[in-house]
C-alpha cells in the first residue's frame, strides 16, 4: 500500500522511491540477522530456565543491530550522491532523493531496535500477541501514510517518515510488553 501512495504522487517520487528502497533494503540485511538470532536467543534462554536474562540479551542485540546499521549509515552521510549514483546517473533524480535518503538513514535506526524487541516477543513464544502488536503498527502505519499524501499533500520524504513511526511503534509496544513480563507464562 506504500508504494500504491507514492505512485498517486507521480513518476518522479515512485522513482525515488525504488532507489531508496534498494538502499533500505541493504540497511535491513543485518536487522533482519540480528532480528532472526534474537528470536533464537529468547527462545533459548527461556528454555534453559534463564526467563530473567532474557532482557539482558535482547538489549545486547539490540545495541549490535543498531551498531551495525549506524555503519552502514555513516556511509550513506558520507557519500550520498555517490550512493544514490549507483542507482541512476539523473543528477534531479540524485538531487531530490538526498532528503529521503536522509529520512531513511534515521528511520534504520528506529528498524534496528523495533524488529529485535519484536522478534524478542515472537521468540517467547507467544506469536499471537506478535501477530496484534505487527497488526496495530501496520495499521497506523498505513493510515499515517494515506494520510501524509491524501491529507498532508507531503514531499516524498514526508512520506518516508512513516518508517520512523513504524519504527518507533515496533519498539514502544514490544518493549511495554516485554517489560510486563506477561510473556513469563509461554509454554514451549
Same mark, same amino acid.
Given at each position: 500500500?506504500?508504494?500504491?501512495?507514492?505512485?498517486?504522487?507521480?513518476?518522479?517520487?515512485?522513482?525515488?522511491?525504488?532507489?531508496?528502497?534498494?538502499?533500505?533494503?541493504?540497511?535491513?540485511?543485518?536487522?533482519?540477522?540480528?532480528?532472526?538470532?534474537?528470536?533464537?536467543?529468547?527462545?533459548?534462554?527461556?528454555?534453559?530456565?534463564?526467563?530473567?536474562?532474557?532482557?539482558?540479551?535482547?538489549?545486547?542485540?539490540?545495541?549490535?543491530?543498531?551498531?551495525?546499521?549506524?555503519?552502514?549509515?555513516?556511509?550513506?552521510?558520507?557519500?550520498?550522491?555517490?550512493?544514490?549514483?549507483?542507482?541512476?546517473?539523473?543528477?534531479?533524480?540524485?538531487?531530490?532523493?538526498?532528503?529521503?535518503?536522509?529520512?531513511?538513514?534515521?528511520?534504520?535506526?528506529?528498524?534496528?531496535?523495533?524488529?529485535?524487541?519484536?522478534?524478542?516477543?515472537?521468540?517467547?513464544?507467544?506469536?499471537?500477541?506478535?501477530?496484534?502488536?505487527?497488526?496495530?503498527?501496520?495499521?497506523?502505519?498505513?493510515?499515517?501514510?494515506? +494520510?501524509?499524501?491524501?491529507?498532508?499533500?507531503?514531499?516524498?520524504?514526508?512520506?518516508?517518515? +512513516?518508517?520512523?513511526?513504524?519504527?518507533?511503534?515496533?519498539?514502544?509496544?514490544?518493549?511495554?510488553?516485554?517489560?510486563?513480563?506477561?510473556?513469563?507464562? +509461554?509454554?514451549?
Amino acid at each position: 500500500l506504500f508504494f500504491v501512495f507514492v505512485e498517486g504522487m507521480g513518476e518522479h517520487a515512485l522513482a525515488i522511491s525504488n532507489i531508496i528502497r534498494s538502499i533500505y533494503v541493504v540497511l535491513m540485511v543485518p536487522i533482519w540477522g540480528y532480528a532472526s538470532a534474537t528470536n533464537t536467543l529468547v527462545s533459548y534462554t527461556i528454555g534453559k530456565g534463564h526467563p530473567g536474562v532474557v532482557m539482558k540479551v535482547v538489549w545486547k542485540m539490540v545495541h549490535m543491530s543498531v551498531f551495525s546499521v549506524a555503519l552502514l549509515v555513516g556511509i550513506n552521510l558520507i557519500v550520498p550522491s555517490f550512493i544514490l549514483g549507483l542507482y541512476t546517473n539523473e543528477s534531479s533524480l540524485i538531487r531530490d532523493a538526498l532528503p529521503v535518503l536522509n529520512v531513511i538513514n534515521g528511520s534504520a535506526l528506529f528498524i534496528a531496535a523495533g524488529f529485535i524487541f519484536f522478534s524478542a516477543v515472537s521468540g517467547t513464544g507467544k506469536t499471537q500477541v506478535a501477530l496484534v502488536l505487527e497488526s496495530i503498527a501496520l495499521l497506523v502505519y498505513v493510515v499515517y501514510s494515506y +494520510a501524509m499524501v491524501e491529507v498532508f499533500h507531503t514531499t516524498v520524504a514526508g512520506i518516508w517518515t +512513516a518508517e520512523f513511526l513504524y519504527g518507533g511503534l515496533l519498539v514502544a509496544l514490544s518493549f511495554a510488553y516485554l517489560k510486563s513480563g506477561r510473556w513469563r507464562d +509461554a509454554r514451549m
